[in-house]
């Protein structure tokens, strides 16, 4: 388990360091958040939104941001032919915890963005920062995990872009509904034991989706 850990790590960092040289992922989800929230906010003016459309907007924003650039971890590696490489040197598995934890951290930094800006544009008021930081973590997590594993699958596809949203939609559905109420209950001052069933259930369903990943993913990355 340590070794797999620390092999998944090495692919972290050589993504990492990847990304920062080229910016391709970041500056694709960070522009459309940024896009979305700011057209909102001219659009509403002066409209406050209700909590329950506050938290569905957010969440929204976070899942279409994630299609437009968490798929290009795996893709990365066939447009540029270093996927092979990555077969010879790393066992699967360790390809794949890797992949995951660089776009745990992509889509945590992008509601570091995204955040601040729903205070700011749209007039959010968080009734209970605990629990919203906990409901976007795992939000975060549950959808990092759906992103990873679905990219892994499409990547070797022809169409992988138009693949990536058809395939992910129908299995972040769960994901997007359970963090949406939790969310709305945070922004209504709910406490975090309020948001206790649906943190359960988001690491519930991370846990099974990464299990999935793992049974799956050496046959698929193996061609």
Not at 10 to 39: C, H, P, Q
Not at 77 to 94: I, K, W
Not at 141 to 161: D, E, K, W, Y
Not at 172 to 184: E, K, S
Request: proline share 4%; hydrophobic share 60%; charged share 10%.
């Amino acid at each position: 388990m340590l070794s797999l850990l620390s092999k998944g790590l090495v692919v972290f960092r050589k993504d990492l360091r990847l990304e920062f040289r080229s910016l391709y992922a970041l500056n694709a989800i960070g522009l459309f958040a940024v896009t979305t929230i700011t057209a909102v906010s001219f659009s509403l003016g002066p409209v406050r939104l209700e909590p329950n459309i506050l938290a569905a907007l957010f969440w929204v924003v976070i899942f279409f941001s994630a299609m437009s650039g968490l798929a290009h971890v795996f893709i990365r590696e066939e447009e540029q032919d270093t996927g092979d490489m990555l077969r010879l040197v790393f066992p699967p598995n360790a390809v794949l915890v890797g992949k995951w934890l660089f776009n745990i951290v992509l889509l945590g930094g992008l509601c570091l963005l995204i955040i601040p800006l729903f205070v700011i544009m749209l007039g959010a008021e968080v009734g209970n920062w605990p629990a919203m930081l906990a409901m976007t973590a795992s939000g975060v997590f549950a959808m990092a995990t759906v992103s990873t594993v679905i990219a892994a699958i499409i990547a070797l596809s022809g169409s992988r872009g138009a693949l990536f949203a058809v395939m992910t939609f129908p299995v972040a559905l769960p994901v997007l509904m359970t963090a949406i109420h939790g969310t709305r209950v945070a922004l209504e001052g709910g406490q975090l034991a309020d948001c206790g069933n649906d943190l359960k259930v988001l690491f519930s369903f991370t846990i099974v989706i990464m299990t999935v990943g793992f049974l799956l993913f050496e046959t698929i990355w193996r061609k």
